[in-house]
């Protein structure tokens, strides 16, 4: 049987593909963010996952305004990293789980969420930051992936309470996956930032502390506030917390903390890196 392993989150804040790439790593400003990571890095080797079911979202570079799914769900074998104009380098493509990406969209329509399916669909820092800083330097990405896209960028965006839900479908799904994969859940965004308009650079690491602790415990609790509650509390791109929300459904239902760690800021964001396990 396949074995749900744990769920690994973290910010994406393209910046720190270019801290990667020069060596950033141990500079001062660089260095409190990075630190967060040799945890993982060594519970990535112990859990051994081999498929990475990955909720992010689209900066615009599959959907645009004029086009924007509230859920898409990849179904290819093959997902190529793009830049949608940050100036970062490309990173390797990514295998996809085509087969298990079919068996979740049949959960999710059974459970009556209408998801668009991409048998084409380019991954953009979302999905490559995270994967880059939890695998640094890999020749080839050790998991396959399916990754599904929130819509976070453009209102109305679902609830706080559908995105979870969701997740929990998701977790439906991969609990009946005849398969025998380690599966690794992934969350990537967030926490709070605000890249634009009068409260540009807005953070909260009150309401940041208030998710962190209770994405563990009480996921629920995550619920109670409205898409215009998390902007107020997190900025209008600290909505990405949906994407670390969805992650916790897909977990299960019982989760304990193992690993945390927070900084402000990486250039305008709260960035955030959070493991759980299964309870
Ligand atoms: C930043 C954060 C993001 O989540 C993003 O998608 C782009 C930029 C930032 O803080 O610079
Ligand atoms: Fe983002």
Request: glycine letters at 8%; a negative charge.
């Amino acid at each position: 049987m396949a074995e749900i392993v744990g769920a690994y989150f973290t910010s994406h804040v393209p910046a720190i593909g270019g801290a990667i790439h020069r060596g950033d790593q141990q500079e001062p400003y660089w260095k409190p963010f990075f630190d967060g990571f040799p945890r993982v890095h060594e519970w990535l080797a112990e859990v051994k996952p081999d498929v990475a079911v990955v909720f992010n979202n689209d900066h615009g570079l599959n959907f645009f305004l004029d086009k924007l799914p509230t859920f898409a769900v990849g179904a290819a074998d093959r997902y190529d990293n793009a830049d949608e104009g940050w100036g970062l380098p490309l990173y390797k493509s990514f295998a996809g789980h085509a087969a298990l990406s079919w068996h979740i969209i049949e959960q999710l329509v059974h459970d009556e969420f209408d998801v668009t399916t991409c048998q084409k669909m380019t991954v953009d820092h979302a999905l490559s930051i995270p994967f880059e800083l939890a695998w640094p330097g890999v020749e080839e990405w050790p998991v396959r992936i399916v990754p599904i896209a929130i819509n976070t960028v453009q209102h109305p965006l679902p609830s706080a309470k559908r995105c979870l839900a969701l997740g929990r479908s998701v977790h439906r799904a991969l609990a009946g996956w005849q398969g025998d994969e380690r599966i690794v859940v992934i969350g990537t965004g967030g926490l709070s930032h605000q890249l634009d308009g009068a409260r540009a650079g807005f953070m909260n690491p009150d309401y940041d502390r208030f998710c962190l602790d209770n994405l563990s415990r009480d996921p629920d609790a995550l619920t109670a506030h409205s898409i215009h509650d998390i902007v107020r509390l997190s900025g209008t791109q600290g909505v990405e917390i949906l994407n670390w929300i969805a992650a916790r459904g897909a977990l299960g239902p019982g989760a304990h903390e193992i690993h945390r760690n927070y900084h402000i800021p990486i250039s305008n964001t709260a960035a955030a890196t959070l493991l759980l396990e299964p309870a």
